[in-house]
């Protein structure tokens, strides 16, 4: 493992330095290519024809007229691809074109090969489709009260896809401590990726029987094992290269029907095969946030301290399982990171509409309960008397402790965020201070830094690491790795430039190519950093001892006193004498032969040992706080927020210029999601999604975008690289919710669901001024019947991480 | 689309345009309904240029036309007899980057980069006709370009460092836009 080795931090060359990317010049020139920018000779072009019902029975299926269309080459129906497979192993519940029934509209029902696209949208008409409609389901709470007809015949019971009970010390006891407890009722709308890259793939098939597919994915290990399965392919003849992501936030995560499609066609026809969805298709791919309804029943002291909490969760999960059993778990696992919770219980349902499918989205599945819990802090110290950023400080999660669900946190720098965005945005004079119509608002997050377990079970490494050191001086790091934006390929160059004294741009980076690289897990989880990173010092150290021990012998100088910096490597003492990294690259080749070194990175083992304790744990988690200003116009309702302030705990930070860039683009996303993003379709006309647009799906422009005033948290924690934690996440989750609590510092009314839409806040405010409560949100949680709690002592009474039988409760 | 009946019979009648472009002349033929964007990108091999919807809502495709920032996905190429294109493989000179090629780069200001060529081109003429504008006049003429990756902000900053720059002054970014307040 790297851990937080390498130099001091004041000894550092490279890292914290604010190096250009990699990639930045081909970015800049137009020079990348993305999916769609690939061109081969003789390549066919698919479209698909997708559902055009919501639920219903294929009676009737007959493309023998576009088979015939001239231009076609091959039509696929689903019968050609009967395997079904899933992001999940736990819910492989879809097949790339449907089989027998149609779960959404914009399901695949079949796929075209043609030599231009638009022979091959012409075909599509061609194709006779019949469907029986069945029922639609387009709420959560109507898929509670239908559970005939079943979406899927798995699951746990009609159309409940999942059902979680997790109960951390005896909650009730917990609640018995409190001097008051409070149930607040919230609900989070789903929203969606909106990457600008259009989904893209192209799929070619060699006479050798390997297939390659070319795809904008995330993941491109977990898609190549899906591939593999359900084209009844070895995993040896499969090659997947991710092509550089035009953004992702966790939409390109999941193995989709369309690469699957491609890869078939390309196999049949023996032709090269592209694809491209439209914007319309991919707002119906999905798999971005999930619309989360919660309960949250919090007991607490005087003091804001939190003695047992009871957290509920239902998740409207669209059509198919996809990631959505971890989307699950996240709804509730990571509450206890922030502040000490005594006690917690935690409940979660996901169930199954007929609508595009959930996944997970930057913050998978945290943004919801964090906006949960974080408006109800605020709540919690208005109630008490105390100021909330006060009552937040004093209840911390201590560093280096266990959270009462048995998650290890290393360091936890959530205190000194606090702190930094109350100084810079003048809180103390502001907070309850501003005229009305103007406000401000303080909310915090915790984050985790890579899950701590693959998704599918086996012990190899997370994330591994391959480097090649040739005569040029020029060293190539080979790594599984997905560039999305974030920088990841650059990270790689930076690291290993930082252990060998060289410039990053000495370097040469190839990633994301399953023939070619050795496996990383994907982009997601905010993992990539801290488990390629690890590697890469692990691989990257290696090399250096094979050097250290060329040089040294040659030039006499002990191997602990050589110094890797600026291209040399030399005598810490005598700093004249020494040679350069290339004359020493030739040393090494001629004593060891071609020089090649491994790294591997895998987290350690998480501390519960409880069914389902694998959800939560990860190798270090960061820490936001954000105050948001908002201004909000009584006679509109319309909220505009000038500046954010955010504090980001990011261990040690590799880049800070990119670092800060996650940062604004995180503010920038949970903006999106607070003010007007939402995915809402029209339950009386088939379900279709009211606005499948870039226009009409609202998101920030530029002149919507606010100011922000980023500040970076460096404690180095030592499961990271150089100390480094996660960045690309973390710093939205707290934008939501302050911006909820800043409007009820600015004009008193909570609104207690997202997006915050202006007639909502119009309806909270005349509500007010009549008299009753001003508060817009939901005000039940369903009921759904629950298995018994897996019940776990916690840390502090003794526990040992396993489940019991229950102890009786308290009388 | 309705499908054409008698698709054997169709003779696909190709449009032949003369126009410059990234200052060269080009004569191309493609089937008269192409847009600008897609005889860019399928009929040049100019796949610089992006598409997000091909609907002209995301401003991914902007190109210059005649020095003009338009959408490609809605400009039918047929149009452009000889009117004068540039796309984002024409903005450096030779080797050499424009200030605001350097400054996105410098900046981190292409996080994806998918976005980045319409924003390029777009600041572009922004500069020529306002060399040193204000941050709310740079809002305004990005407000028709989505980024989803950066939140805009390193492409304010990035376009402000190019204006200074390009006026002669020896500019550097704000240390608070490249390490945070502090
Ligand atoms: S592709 Fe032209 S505006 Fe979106
Ligand atoms: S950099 Fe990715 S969309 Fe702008």
């Known amino acids: 493992?790297?851990?937080?080795?390498?130099?001091?931090?004041?000894?550092?060359?490279?890292?914290?330095?604010?190096?250009?990317?990699?990639?930045?010049a081909s970015k800049v020139t137009g020079q990348t290519k993305y999916a769609d920018d690939l061109v081969f000779p003789r390549m066919l072009y698919t479209k698909i024809l997708r559902s055009t019902v919501p639920h219903g029975r294929i009676l009737k299926l007959d493309a023998s007229k576009a088979e015939s269309y001239p231009g076609v080459k091959l039509v696929l129906l689903g019968k050609d691809l009967p395997i079904p497979y899933g992001a999940l192993p736990v819910s492989e519940d879809e097949h790339p074109l449907?089989?027998?029934?149609?779960?959404?509209?914009?399901?695949?029902?079949?796929?075209?090969?043609?030599?231009?696209?638009?022979?091959?949208?012409?075909?599509?008409?061609?194709?006779?489709?019949?469907?029986?409609?069945l029922p639609a389901i387009s709420s959560i709470q109507a898929a509670l009260d239908t559970p005939e007809p079943r979406i899927h015949e798995y699951g746990e019971f009609g159309n409940i896809h999942r059902r979680q009970v997790y109960e951390f010390g005896d909650v009730e006891a917990g609640f018995a401590e409190a001097d008051f407890i409070r149930e607040d009722i919230t609900f989070y709308e789903g929203s969606t990726h909106l990457?600008?890259?259009?989904?893209?793939?192209?799929?070619?098939?060699?006479?050798?029987?390997?297939?390659?597919?070319?795809?904008?994915?995330?993941?491109?290990?977990?898609?190549?094992?899906?591939?593999?399965?359900?084209?009844?392919?070895?995993?040896?003849?499969?090659?997947?290269?991710?092509?550089?992501?035009?953004?992702?936030?966790?939409?390109?995560?999941?193995?989709?029907?369309?690469?699957?499609?491609?890869?078939?066609?390309?196999?049949?026809?023996?032709?090269?095969?592209?694809?491209?969805?439209?914007?319309?298709?991919?707002?119906?791919?999905?798999?971005?946030?999930?619309?989360?309804?919660?309960?949250?029943?919090?007991?607490?002291?005087?003091?804001?301290?939190?003695?047992?909490?009871?957290?509920?969760?239902?998740?409207?999960?669209?059509?198919y399982g996809g990631h959505g059993v971890a989307s699950t778990f996240y709804t509730g696992v990571l509450q206890p990171t922030t502040y000490q919770i005594k006690r917690y219980k935690f409940e979660a349902v996901r169930v199954f509409t007929n609508k595009a499918p959930c996944g997970p989205k930057r913050g998978h599945g945290t943004p919801q309960p964090r906006f949960a819990q974080e408006i109800q802090m605020d709540k919690i110290a208005e109630q008490l008397g105390l100021d909330p950023a006060e009552m937040r400080r004093k209840h911390l999660v201590p560093p280096n402790s266990l959270t009462v669900n048995w998650l290890r946190i290393g360091t936890m720098g959530l205190g000194k965020c606090i702190d930094k965005v109350v100084e810079g945005s003048n809180w103390r004079e502001r907070f309850r201070k501003l005229p009305y119509g103007k406000g401000i608002g303080l909310a915090c997050s915790g984050y985790m830094t890579g899950a701590g377990t693959p998704i599918y079970w086996n012990g190899m490494p997370h994330s591994g690491v391959q480097l090649k050191l040739d005569r040029s001086g020029g060293v190539t790091v080979f790594c599984g790795s997905t560039d999305i934006g974030q920088g990841s390929d650059s990270i790689l160059a930076y690291i290993v430039a930082e252990v060998l004294g060289i410039d990053p741009f000495d370097i040469r980076v190839v990633t994301a190519d399953t023939d070619l690289t050795p496996v990383d897990l994907g982009s997601y989880s905010s993992r990539v950093t801290l488990m390629t990173g690890n590697a890469a010092i692990q691989a990257a150290e290696r090399a250096k001892q094979m050097l250290i021990q060329a040089v040294s012998a040659k030039l006499?100088?002990?191997?602990?006193?050589?110094?890797?910096?600026?291209?040399?490597?030399?005598?810490?003492?005598?700093?004249?004498?020494?040679?350069?990294?290339?004359?020493?690259?030739?040393?090494?080749?001629?004593?060891?032969g071609t020089l090649g070194t491994v790294g591997s990175y895998k987290p350690a083992a998480a501390p519960g040992k409880f069914k389902g304790a694998g959800v939560g744990p990860s190798p270090a988690y960061s820490y936001s706080a954000a105050v948001a200003e908002v201004e909000v116009n009584p006679e509109t309702g319309i909220v505009v927020v000038p500046r954010v302030w955010i504090a980001h705990d990011i261990g040690q930070c590799i880049n800070p210029v990119l670092a800060i860039g996650q940062i604004e683009g995180s503010v920038y996303m949970g903006l999106g999601e607070a003010l007007m993003e939402e995915m809402t379709y029209r339950g009386n006309r088939k379900m279709v999604h009211k606005f499948p647009s870039f226009l009409e799906y609202?998101?920030?422009?530029?002149?919507?975008?606010?100011?922000?005033?980023?500040?970076?948290?460096?404690?180095?924690?030592?499961?990271?690289?150089?100390?480094?934690?996660?960045?690309?996440?973390?710093?939205?989750?707290?934008?939501?919710?302050?911006?909820?609590?800043?409007?009820?510092?600015?004009?008193?009314?909570?609104?207690?669901?997202?997006?915050?839409?202006?007639?909502k806040?119009?309806?909270?405010?005349?509500?007010?001024?009549?008299?009753?409560?001003?508060?817009?949100?939901?005000?039940?949680?369903?009921?759904?019947?629950?298995?018994?709690?897996?019940?776990?002592?916690?840390?502090?009474?003794?526990?040992?991480?396993?489940?019991?039988?229950?102890?009786?409760?308290?009388? | 689309?309705?499908?054409?009946?008698?698709?054997?019979?169709?003779?696909?009648?190709?449009?032949?345009?003369?126009?410059?472009?990234?200052?060269?002349?080009?004569?191309?033929?493609?089937?008269?309904?192409?847009?600008?964007?897609?005889?860019?990108?399928?009929?040049?091999?100019?796949?610089?240029t992006?598409?997000?919807?091909?609907?002209?809502?995301?401003?991914?495709?902007?190109?210059?036309?005649?020095?003009?920032?338009?959408?490609?996905?809605?400009?039918?190429?047929?149009?452009?007899?000889?009117?004068?294109?540039?796309?984002?493989?024409?903005?450096?000179?030779?080797?050499?980057?424009?200030?605001?090629?350097?400054?996105?780069?410098?900046?981190?200001?292409?996080?994806?980069?998918?976005?980045?060529?319409?924003?390029?081109?777009?600041?572009?003429?922004?500069?020529?006709?306002?060399?040193?504008?204000?941050?709310?006049?740079?809002?305004?003429?990005?407000?028709?370009?989505?980024?989803?990756?950066?939140?805009y902000i390193k492409i304010f900053q990035a376009v402000e460092l190019a204006a200074a720059r390009m006026a002669g002054k020896p500019a550097e970014p704000s240390k608070e836009s490249i390490y945070g307040w502090r």
């Open chain 1, 1 to 24: 493992m790297g851990g937080a080795n390498g130099a001091e931090q004041k000894d550092l060359r490279v890292i914290g330095k604010p190096h250009r990317k990699v990639d930045a």
């Open chain 2, 50 to 151: 992006k598409h997000g919807c091909e609907l002209g809502e995301c401003g991914c495709c902007a190109v210059l036309v005649d020095g003009r920032p338009v959408l490609s996905c809605l400009v039918l190429a047929v149009t452009l007899e000889g009117h004068e294109v540039v796309t984002v493989e024409g903005m450096a000179e030779g080797a050499k980057l424009h200030p605001l090629q350097e400054a996105f780069a410098e900046l981190g200001a292409a996080q994806c980069g998918y976005c980045t060529p319409g924003f390029l081109l777009t600041a572009k003429v922004l500069l020529e006709e306002t060399p040193q504008p204000s941050r709310e006049r740079i809002k305004k003429a990005l407000a028709g370009n989505i980024c989803r990756c950066t939140g």
């Open chain 1, 698 to 759: 609202k998101s920030p422009t530029t002149m919507e975008m606010c100011d922000v005033i980023s500040y970076l948290i460096e404690d180095r924690d030592s499961n990271g690289p150089f100390g480094a934690k996660e960045a690309g996440q973390g710093p939205q989750l707290p934008v939501p919710p302050a911006i909820a609590n800043a409007i009820y510092d600015a004009v008193g009314v909570r609104i207690d669901e997202v997006p915050i839409t202006p007639d």
């Open chain 2, 1 to 48: 689309m309705k499908p054409t009946k008698k698709r054997n019979n169709r003779k696909p009648e190709k449009a032949q345009v003369c126009l410059r472009v990234n200052g060269e002349p080009v004569e191309v033929a493609f089937a008269p309904h192409k847009t600008l964007l897609e005889v860019l990108r399928e009929d040049l091999a100019l796949t610089g």
């Open chain 1, 556 to 592: 006499g100088v002990p191997a602990d006193r050589l110094l890797f910096a600026d291209r040399r490597v030399s005598d810490r003492e005598n700093p004249e004498k020494g040679m350069t990294f290339v004359e020493a690259v030739w040393l090494a080749e001629t004593q060891f």
């Open chain 1, 195 to 319: 990457a600008l890259e259009q989904h893209a793939s192209v799929a070619q098939f060699g006479h050798d029987g390997k297939l390659t597919l070319w795809t904008c994915t995330q993941d491109p290990h977990y898609l190549h094992r899906s591939l593999a399965k359900v084209l009844g392919l070895p995993q040896n003849r499969v090659r997947v290269i991710a092509t550089t992501n035009g953004g992702g936030f966790g939409g390109k995560c999941d193995p989709f029907a369309h690469e699957i499609i491609v890869s078939k066609l390309a196999m049949m026809t023996g032709r090269p095969v592209k694809i491209c969805l439209t914007r319309e298709e991919i707002f119906y791919c999905h798999r971005g946030r999930h619309p989360v309804l919660m309960s949250t029943k919090t007991g607490f002291k005087k003091d804001g301290a939190i003695t047992a909490m009871h957290h509920r969760t239902i998740l409207d999960g669209g059509a």
């Open chain 1, 98 to 133: 449907a089989i027998g029934k149609v779960r959404m509209m914009g399901d695949p029902v079949a796929a075209v090969a043609a030599v231009d696209e638009d022979v091959a949208t012409e075909a599509l008409d061609l194709i006779d489709v019949e469907y029986e409609l």
């Open chain 1, 761 to 811: 806040v119009l309806k909270a405010i005349r509500a007010k001024a009549k008299g009753q409560e001003g508060r817009y949100g939901p005000t039940v949680f369903p009921h759904c019947d629950m298995p018994a709690s897996i019940f776990v002592p916690t840390p502090e009474e003794g526990g040992d991480g396993k489940a019991v039988e229950r102890q009786p409760v308290l009388a």
